[in-house]
């Protein structure tokens, strides 16, 4: 009977000290904020969202290092989706609803930010996504820090029909087959009509993700460059690039005979890549590693000394920097403005601070995050391919361009309101 009750007594002390250790980390959790992380580290996508949870990584580490946020440290929950489009639904989930996140930064095509919308809806959650898109949607539950296409990709089809982009009269439209090549290019095949260029001067070719042999398609853009002045527009996303350039140089496609402008290659999508052969072929992006600015300069520094104390593969021997990198370092300081601003990290409230935010961006310029439509005001900069890897500026805006989520080149947008609703629109 004394053993019985002195067992009872161990077993019910062990119990009191779980409930302590687990009362304690609890109460060490409250004391942190914690931030969802929602990008592909392996898979077809890792080549281009991998260097995105890692300038997370080193921004939750620079705010937490300057008192964190309302007096908290910011704490990551880091998964990977492994580019599946699914599975990223799948992982949004477990971090509102298990992880309890405040915000998550994350996605890069718009397949993977279209399989979390309703996730993110339903559960009243908040996505900063950081990278040039198609446009045609507005949610209360994204901001959007990448370029609408009327901050990209109508700019650099003007560019490439102006004399100083080569006066292009024959247009290939090439991306990978899904959202955001489609309806980017149906905008800018209708943008090209209402510019007085026949279907008939327009070649459109999609390949699956993941695709790497580009050297039927490059004899074809070869040929179908015969019959006058072309560009190509690639919306070629992932680690796809790799062979479509190699192939290129292979061809010996030129810029100064048929230029690429591409949306979704920066620098580094070129890291893999013998750059000599493409010198001159373009790129459009609201930022370039190669922008002079002191502000620019102390991201550059600030990115190269956290890559090579984290040991960084690629980075902590070659750093580099590019679009969705700066677009991710803007949302991430935005919303810790936006917190501080509201006083508390409920998402309501986050998202009314939200509006009107502006933040210095690496860019050079000071960006605004409209008042109304979720989007940044943000420049739009034209660069060419240098044999080092690195894109001089070529073309720019003179300030920020506000965007257009609903492109006016697409029927029946005059009647979409500029503010979201609640629900997404696409």
Request: a positive charge; hydrophobic letters at 40%; one cysteine or more.
């Amino acid at each position: 009977m004394f053993k019985r009750r002195s067992a009872m007594k161990t077993l019910a002390a062990a119990a009191a000290v779980a409930s302590l250790s687990l009362t304690g980390l609890s109460a060490q959790a409250a004391d942190t904020i914690k931030v969802g992380v929602l990008h592909s580290l392996s898979g077809t996508m890792a080549i281009s969202e991998t260097v995105l949870k890692d300038t997370v990584l080193m921004a939750i580490d620079d705010i937490n290092a300057k008192g964190g946020v309302l007096g908290k440290k910011l704490e990551a929950v880091v998964v990977d989706p492994a580019s599946n489009w699914p599975l990223f639904a799948e992982k949004a989930k477990q971090l509102l609803t298990q992880d309890k996140v405040a915000v998550v930064f994350g996605c890069w095509t718009s397949v993977s930010r279209k399989s979390v919308l309703p996730v993110f809806e339903q559960n009243n959650g908040l996505l900063f996504y950081p990278v040039q898109y198609e446009g045609e949607e507005l949610s209360k539950n994204v901001f959007y820090t990448g370029a609408a296409p009327n901050q990209q990709a109508i700019p650099a089809v003007e560019y490439l029909m102006s004399k100083e982009g080569g006066a292009a009269k024959r247009f290939v439209l090439l991306g990978t087959d899904y959202v955001y090549p489609r309806t980017t290019n149906k905008i800018l095949r209708a943008f090209l009509k209402s510019k007085g260029v026949k279907d008939a001067d327009i070649m459109e070719t999609y390949t699956p993700f993941g695709h790497s042999d580009y050297q039927t398609i490059v004899a074809d853009i070869k040929k179908f460059s015969t019959g006058g002045k072309t560009a190509v527009v690639s919306t070629i996303n992932g680690d796809s690039n790799v062979p479509f350039y190699k192939e290129l140089g292979n061809a010996g496609l030129k810029a100064k005979d048929v230029p690429v402008v591409a949306f979704s290659v920066g620098e580094e999508e070129l890291r893999g890549v013998d750059t000599k052969p493409l010198v001159g072929h373009l790129a459009a992006w609201n930022y370039f590693m190669s922008v002079k600015n002191p502000t620019n300069s102390a991201f550059i520094k600030q990115w190269s000394d956290y890559a090579k104390a984290k040991g960084i593969a690629g980075h902590k021997d070659k750093p580099l920097t590019n679009d969705p990198m700066e677009a991710t370092w803007v949302g991430i300081h935005m919303w810790k403005q936006a917190v501080e601003k509201a006083k508390t990290t409920d998402v309501d409230k986050v998202i009314a601070a939200m509006a009107g935010q502006t933040f210095t961006a690496p860019d050079g310029f000071t960006v605004k995050m409209d008042e109304k439509n979720h989007h940044l005001h943000k420049p739009v900069m034209v660069g060419e391919i240098k044999a080092d890897g690195q894109f001089g500026v070529v073309w720019k805006t003179k300030g920020p361009i506000k965007a257009q989520p609903w492109s006016p080149f697409i029927p029946g947008n005059d009647k979409k309101l500029d503010e979201p609703d609640g629900k997404s629109s696409s």
